[in-house]
């Protein structure tokens, strides 16, 4: 059963191709696409919580001998299922709110959403390295495509290429950190690498291909200085499909790098405390650069897209303190933060379909016609500011206490106020007219109208079809934040990522005072933060300065350049940087034998059995 | 000699990441592309081989005859899968990118910045 | 960045990198000295377990046989981008080639071999991808050989007869057929209570034979399929963007 979330929406996609010339009976082909995705939904919901403990699945029944691996094992685990769960759910959504979206769409559509389907799962449950860079290619070349699906404007040409180079130059690399540690250990099981590298010392290769290893998902999770890509595709792809860039993919990035620490690198490289604050570090700088982007931008998506930069960031510093408990509320936060982001792109997508533009200056106060689609987007950006209860709130409070630190804490909570606080700016000039009409700059405007070809003529009503999943993914925000707040539920969640990282859980997962506390600030301060972009001519001390969504400050510019070749220098000089850093750290530090941790090498399961093949 | 090949896949790498970053031209960059992922075939078929092996195809020798690792070979064969498939794609962006900015030039390709 | 600034941090990080890289490689075991255990063990394991006795084929259609279920689907997924991608547009209209003939400017010197290599290519691309079992061939081998037979054609000049002979709704279900029949054939498997992909169809008595290896056979027949039409395909599209597609 494990492999059916890849093999279904394969066998689907195969179907729909070859049954292309019925395509004029566009319902079916709907119906097929989404009743695949919610199937696939509801396999993967069976698998968390059948699964109490990682069960490893092996492909043609070949199951290992000795210690050896020779096929290819899915690991299924809650975490990974959970996270391939609440992407199937986002895609189930996305097919049904691009119903009535799309008009000249074909099959190739729902064809390409279906492999990409497939590619996320597989690249969730899998347990072989190599299979990784499989389903990651897969999901890479349908997302290429599918973001060029309006090849005739120039916006999705860009995005796509800048898009599809980055993430292949990532991708090629990882393969390269793939063949250098195969290259010594013989092995492409993840738990076979780990047990191998646990048995030995941290040694240059083991360092260097783990940073070659996760220069690819460091591309695809947008870790600054890895990022720049991600704005410029996020911007232009079709709404739909925005929704599972900034819902699923990015965080896949994540948990990519989380799976290769604590499955295959973590226990053999050691240094834990030093390697956490270099991603730490990593992730706090991201979330305040994504913030600063997401604050100047106009653009609605655009806007959104370096709000989900800032978010990743935030991720990245829950995964980095490498507790428990730091995991768990990373893995919370993302799941709350996915149903309330894949809420504000549909909201953005209903506003495209019906005032055809999604630039924020021209949009100011003509969204009052909209009053559902406005309380539900409020709704969502709420979400993202953290109010209780959504999930996103308990997520960042397990996050603040496993680090235990209060600069981290505030640094991590201003990055949240001032992404989140953007998009209520856009939420309250766009739905509520609120604040002083903003200037129109030229070259927004320019962009923004680019925008047209996406949605047939501009409708009188919002169908139901888009209004209904919008309204279900922000009560799916509400919640997963309530049910993590059911003090089993939490428990289960805080054992599942102590699991992950096959250590002890340490303390039970509550809900404290200070999330509630912590949340509530947040939300207000987004608020705030809000009505000053709004309001921002009549702030005495803010007046006549920069104003917010202003273009031309050139620093900023210069980095976000739209120029494939800067992104590639980038890649390689943040590479670099890293491989450097945790160079020195395990040279100059030494071995140190206290804080290597024995493996648990519970994922090959059958390892004494004397057969490679049942009888 | 025992890490000349390796040398190799280090200079072809770092000759297509060149390529890239100072391209003037997408097809050329795409080519770099290309041959980035090129340094990855020589990596893995260097990494498996064994001196001394042989092609591991035993139609007409015996089994037990000493041969290379066929794991990497077959990595190999995926990765060339990959790569024609990205290529191709990477491709239809540049005929659509010629069309609608009349340039290939990465610098000109700019819709968005900032 | 100005293209200096760019070349001198490239420059710099690719000295990093390339330091970094070195220092992985002092790791490795040196050219030559391949260690394993995967290797060995499916060299040791593979002719008894499959009857293959082309150990690669084994690997790709057997031991890791699901890579190259997703394998295939990248290149589905391409050949379906591309045709998403390349689509004809409102702007754009379809003109016939040059003079009437329907063909185009093509030497004889290139047409004529190019078509008499066609039938020979075809026989080759059908040879490799049915001897998977035995030898270094297999499906993406010999479908990429099929695909070059109808290239050929296409190189002839003879561009309406290649679209002819490879009409797009053709191509579409021969993919489909192509890759689904791939992953349906694993699906067989798990209906019959076995892993995904494991092989239930006898293995034959003779290694080496073309009826040995049970399903690596069979999965490498439908690998050439959709190897061949997703060439096939993108070829076209290319074609058709360059001959027919004109801006009105």
Redesign the interface.
Known sequence: MPSLPVVLPLIAAAVLLAARPLARYRRVLDLVAAGTSAAVAVLLGILIFRTDHASTYWFAGFRPAHGIAVGIAFTVGPLNAGLACVGAILMTAAMVFSWRYFTGVGTYFHVLMLTFLAGLCGFCLTGDVFDLFVWFELMGVSAYALTAYRPEERGPIQGALNFAITNSVGAYLSLTGIALIYGRTGALNMAQIGAWVSRHPPSGLVVIAFVLVIAGLLVKSAIVPFHFWLADAHAVAPTPLCVLFSGVMVELGLYGIARMYWSVFGPGLGHRAAIGRVFLVLGVLTAVVGALYCFRERHVKRLLAFSTISHAGVFLAGFALLSPLGLAGAALYVAGHAFVKAALFLGAGIVLHRLRSVNETWLHGRGRKLPVTGALFTAAALGLADLPPFGTFLGKGWIDDAAGSPAVTIILLACTIVAAGSVLRVAGGVFYGLGDPPREDERMAAEANEETGETDSARQRTPLTMSVPLALLVAAGLATGIAAMVPRAGDALLSAAAQFQAQPQARPADVTVSSVVTGLVSAAGAVGVGLAGLYWRRIPVLRGRYEPGARGTGLADRFQSGVINDYITWVIAGLACLGGVLAAIIRLRGLAPGSRRPWHASDISCRRRSTTRRP | MEYFPFVVVAWILAVGLHGIVTSRDLIHTIICLVVVQSSTYVLLLGVGYVTGGVAPYFYDISARTKAVDPVVQALSLTDIVVEAAVTALLLSFAVQAHKRFGTLDPHKLVEFRG | ?S?RQ??V??T???????A????????????????????????H?????THA????S???F??????????E???????????????R???ERESRPVDNSNRLPVPDSVRVPALIFTGPTVLIGWWLASHAQ???SGG?QGGIMLASALILIYLAGEFIAFRRLSPV?LL??V???G??GF??I??I??AMG??????FVPLGTI??AVSSGGTIPLISFFVGLE?AA??VA?IG??GE?TLLVR?S
Do not use: H
């Open positions: 960045m293209p760019r070349l941090l490239f710099v990080a690719m000295a990093g990198l390339a970094c890289f070195a220092w992985a490689v002092a790791g490795l075991p040196g050219f030559g000295n391949y260690p394993g255990p995967y290797g060995p063990v499916i060299l394991d593979a002719v008894g377990q006795t082309g150990v690669v084994a690997v790709n057997e031991y890791r046989g699901f890579d190259t279920v997703g394998e689907f990248i290149l589905f997924a391409a050949a379906a981008g591309l045709s998403v991608v390349l689509r547009l409102r702007d035995t030898n270094p993406f709704a579409d279900a993919e489909a057929v890759a689904g992953a349906v694993g699906l498997a798990l076995l892993p995904y992909l494991d092989n290694p080496g190897v997703a060439f993108i599209e290319f963007q801006r």
